[in-house]
């Protein structure tokens, strides 16, 4: 069974400065599609940035971009730049490809910015 | 778009009721997920609708749990006999297309309590 696994239950970092989330994951597939999402209090959900896995570039948005180690099974998320408005929840999540369309969330890394 | 929308926000009830959820998904989305968080740990995947078909159930989703969309637009989720560990946030998304091809839109959820 495919499992994402967050080390960092709470992670904090300075307004303006950079952080890194840390994720990984054990899958025996060769295609697959991994995702961080954002939660913020109250608030709902949204997708942060996605990374296919047979693309060897990694993912960038903005401020957003991803470290993807496809041998080594990592995939962190670095935000740069850190805003207030970046306070949140930060889920890792894996998805087959052409199967189930089961997403499969890590236990989330909990981001704190101080002003 | 007016986004995903979940009635109730919060809802509860005592151990034993039965309780049904509803998600308005955005309109021309014809795929719809519901998911289950726990305090602490990432959703974990519940079921899917592509249209009006439901074609994935998780294992979480026990016999006293049903979901259906008829007419392939709004979705509900009923637990019947509700226990204490169905204590959770039900979290509604929507897609266009798979989940690994396109973002899921979250609802802000449906926080159920059982007494």
């Known amino acids: 069974a495919q499992t994402v696994t967050q080390s960092q239950p709470e992670m904090s970092v300075q307004e303006a400065e950079t952080v890194t989330l840390s994720c990984t994951y054990d899958t025996s597939e060769s295609d697959y599609y991994l995702f961080w999402y954002k939660q913020p209090p109250s608030r709902q959900m949204i997708l942060v940035i996605r990374?296919?896995?047979?693309?060897?570039q990694n993912a960038t948005e903005n401020r957003f971009s991803v470290n993807f180690q496809k041998a080594a099974k990592s995939f962190s998320l670095k935000i740069s730049d850190s805003q207030l408005g970046d306070a949140a929840m930060y889920f890792c999540?894996?998805?087959?490809?052409?199967?189930?369309?089961?997403?499969?969330f890590g236990k989330g890394t909990k981001l704190t910015v101080n002003p | 778009d007016t986004g995903v929308s979940q009635d109730p926000r919060h809802k509860i009830t005592k151990r034993g009721q039965n309780v049904t959820f509803r998600c308005d998904p955005i309109?021309?989305?014809?795929?719809l997920y519901w998911y289950r968080q726990t305090l602490g740990q990432g959703p974990e995947f519940l079921t899917y609708?592509?249209?009006?078909?439901?074609?994935?159930k998780s294992r979480l989703l026990s016999d006293r749990f049903s979901a259906e969309r008829p007419k392939g637009s709004f979705s509900t989720l009923e637990i019947q006999r509700t226990e204490q560990g169905d204590s959770a946030m039900y979290l509604c998304?929507?897609?266009?297309?798979?989940?690994?091809?396109?973002?899921?839109?979250f609802g802000n959820g449906t926080r159920l309590t059982v007494t």
């Open positions: 309109s021309e989305h014809n795929r």
């Open positions: 998304a929507s897609s266009p297309q798979g989940a690994s091809n396109s973002p899921l839109h």
């Open positions: 990374q296919e896995a047979y693309k060897q």
């Open positions: 609708f592509q249209n009006e078909a439901q074609l994935e």
């Open positions: 999540a894996y998805i087959t490809q052409g199967g189930s369309e089961k997403l499969v």
